[in-house]
């Protein structure tokens, strides 16, 4: 089953019902306050089994109360197309974040801990529908979680679009541009100029964050290809800075098992023995440790600068963008 972008989409096997239509097919109250069925939020009843914190579920629970004329918007419009790493739990990955709707005015929708009210016009183009689901285009989405997120976040989630819905960031700034007076606009531009879809994960993102808002340092090449001066690969590096001769790499949880971080420590020794200088970090680095991280690339950078370049062993190759 897929979405209109083609995106694979999978569905939960048992979606949720408006507790009256469930009325309506014939299911009693008594049944329903039963032991075979869960209320994920007022007015909705799944059946007991689904797993009703699941992003997916979710947002079909959400959709179920849509009054006519609004939609899903922001990271459950993303998920609903096909962008499965947003998947509202925010930045630590555990907080759910609630769904995001969409409300031109007049229209109302009850307040509820399970739903964010977003109040905002929505254009003939912002809305398609998707498995029967009205929600916000992506280059609406974009604009969304560009602007009524932090910057960092937003930037997150601009990589992500790009990544995994081929939405190029001058989509976005084209939107923006057309929208000058609206709220966050400015964000909207500055996170467009840090965004990079060519990031393969999350982790390489927020590497690439602190490398440039924390360091200081200038916006690097991401995930290009290095070779020695013979033609030998040597790896892909998650964040380049030609200049300095400087590599930035993130390591995923995958990293550690034992056959990649081999081909890691290998791939390492060629890299640093063709002249570059290496940095690795994990999810720690880019969190709660990134004042230490950001001093580290600064000193890092420094030692690529100051080294004598004419020994340098090393050439590299931009890839291209994903759309």
Do not use: K
Not at 20 to 35: S, Y
Not at 132 to 153: N, Q, W, Y
Not at 174 to 185: I, K, L, N, T
Not at 229 to 258: I, K, N, V
């Amino acid at each position: 089953m897929t979405d209109q972008s083609g995106s694979q989409l999978w569905l939960p096997p048992q979606p949720a019902i408006r507790t009256r239509d469930a009325l309506a097919l014939g299911i009693t109250r008594g049944q329903l306050a039963g032991p075979g069925w869960q209320a994920p939020l007022r007015g909705v009843r799944l059946p007991v089994g689904a797993d009703a914190n699941d992003p997916l579920q979710r947002i079909l629970a959400v959709a179920e109360l849509l009054p006519s004329g609004a939609a899903i918007g922001g990271w459950a419009a993303a998920r609903l197309r096909g962008a499965g790493e947003l998947d509202g739990r925010g930045a630590s990955g555990q907080a759910l974040e609630p769904v995001p709707v969409i409300l031109p005015p007049p229209i109302l929708v009850r307040e509820r801990p399970e739903i964010v009210r977003w109040r905002s016009h929505l254009g003939p183009d912002d809305v398609t529908l998707v498995h029967g689901i009205p929600c916000t285009s992506p280059v609406r989405t974009g604009f969304d979680l560009a602007r009524r997120r932090s910057l960092r976040e937003a930037v997150v989630a601009l990589d992500q679009l790009g990544r995994l819905l081929r939405l190029s960031p001058e989509a976005v700034l084209h939107y923006a541009d057309e929208r000058r007076g609206w709220r966050g606009v400015p964000q909207v531009r500055r996170a467009v100029g840090l965004t990079d879809p060519r990031a393969l994960s999350t982790g390489e993102t927020r590497l690439r964050l602190v490398w440039v808002l924390d360091a200081g340092l200038p916006l690097p090449e991401v995930n290009a290809d290095v070779f020695d001066l013979d033609g030998f690969f040597l790896g892909t590096g998650d964040l380049l800075d030609s200049s300095a001769g400087m590599l930035g790499e993130y390591d995923g949880g995958g990293h550690r098992e034992a056959e990649r971080h081999t081909l890691d420590n290998a791939r390492e020794e060629w890299l640093e023995d063709s002249g570059l200088v290496v940095v690795r970090a994990t999810s720690i680095d880019v969190g709660r440790q990134r004042r230490r991280t950001a001093a580290r690339l600064v000193t890092a950078h420094r030692r690529g600068t100051g080294r004598d370049r004419s020994r340098d062993r090393w050439t590299w190759r931009a890839r291209p963008l994903p759309y």
